[in-house]
């Protein structure tokens, strides 16, 4: 008995905090609003390895710290690699996983790669956002907000604002599978704290 009972502390003890969340789109929401940066992949337009996938790292946010869209938003350049990809066809797909946040305890317990430490794969669209726009403001603020260094990024690159719209999330945060989430559950979710 006593062993049955020090193994179930044992599991408690180890799993992450749970996030108070009443669906999938919920729990999807928060890992991408909690999320600074993304891992993208897109198809690649580079000489010797077009039409293989290609990951880059990007800085994102889906909305300020206060307020999560569920979209998000890019500051890109059209001389990156990536972008150039996108020119040519603009369905990506983003990782985003709580081993960035103090979500997941990696460095305790669990290997990024555990299903407990929660990850959502986002495919969809990349469409810049048109500039004088609600949108265009609302997205720029979020951004400058979450990655203020943006601010003084150089102007000769012509940075633009971007967002991705979702066609797929799936939901990785158990034992068990990835969950594909319902596109109108994930948007229509709001994020937990």
């Known amino acids: 008995m006593l062993s049955l009972v020090s193994l179930v502390l044992s599991f408690a003890i180890l799993w992450p905090a749970?996030?108070?969340?009443?669906?999938?789109?919920?729990?999807?929401?928060?890992?991408?609003?909690?999320?600074?940066w993304v891992s993208i992949a897109t198809i690649s337009t580079q000489k010797f390895i077009q039409g293989n996938a290609f990951v880059s790292l990007k800085s994102m946010c889906d909305g300020p710290v206060s307020n999560s869209t569920g979209i998000p938003y890019l500051y890109?350049?059209?001389?990156?690699?990536?972008?150039?990809?996108m020119d040519v066809n603009n369905n990506v797909t983003i990782l985003v996983s709580w081993a960035q946040t103090n979500r997941c305890p990696?460095?305790?317990?669990?290997?990024?790669?555990?299903?407990?430490c929660a990850k959502v794969m986002l495919s969809g669209t990349v469409e810049k956002v048109?500039?004088?726009?609600?949108?265009?403001t609302f997205a720029q603020g979020a951004l400058f907000e979450r990655h203020p260094s943006m601010k003084y990024w150089p102007s000769s690159h012509n940075f633009f604002v971007a967002k991705i719209e979702p066609t797929q999330v799936l939901l990785l945060n158990q034992f068990g599978g990835?969950?594909?989430?319902?596109?109108?559950?994930?948007?229509?979710?709001?994020?937990?704290?």
């Open 130 to 136: 048109k500039n004088s726009t609600d949108e265009h």
């Open 178 to 193: 990835i969950h594909n989430v319902d596109i109108e559950d994930y948007l229509h979710s709001r994020h937990t704290v």
């Open 18 to 36: 749970a996030v108070d969340a009443s669906s999938d789109g919920q729990i999807a929401r928060t890992i991408i609003h909690d999320a600074d």
């Open 106 to 116: 990696a460095n305790e317990t669990f290997d990024p790669e555990d299903p407990r």
């Open 76 to 85: 890109l350049t059209d001389r990156d690699v990536s972008v150039k990809d």
